[in-house]
């Protein structure tokens, strides 16, 4: 009987260490969040020198710089937001 015992007392540890919550699971949340705060930082800043740039504060060099960077921020986040709608879509596909 102590061997079965010691059986049922890891198989009950197991158990309780599957169950027990995650403490990151909300750790993709934050991390969109922080994202979509980086990126909405970043076109205020780039629009910030293009208008610095309209009225003469700033040179051509930075706006074209500005231009880029907010160009590629923009395909980024498109890129990101289609990869998350295909995840989605697969995962409705899957048969239940």
């Known amino acids: 009987m102590d061997i079965k015992t010691s059986f049922v007392s890891q198989a009950y540890a197991n158990a309780r260490s ?5 403490p990151k699971a909300g750790a993709a949340g934050e ?10 930082g970043a076109l205020q800043e780039h629009e ?3 208008r610095a ?5 700033a040179d051509p060099q930075a706006l074209v ?22 995840a989605y879509q697969e995962i409705l596909r899957m048969p239940v």
């Open 18 to 22: 599957a169950a027990a919550p995650m």
């Open 65 to 86: 710089q500005a231009l880029a960077s907010s160009q590629l921020a923009v395909e980024t986040v498109a890129t990101v937001r289609d990869r998350v709608v295909e």
């Open 48 to 50: 910030a020198t293009a």
């Open 53 to 57: 740039a309209m009225t003469g504060g």
């Open 31 to 40: 991390g969109f969040a922080k994202l979509a705060g980086d990126f909405m």
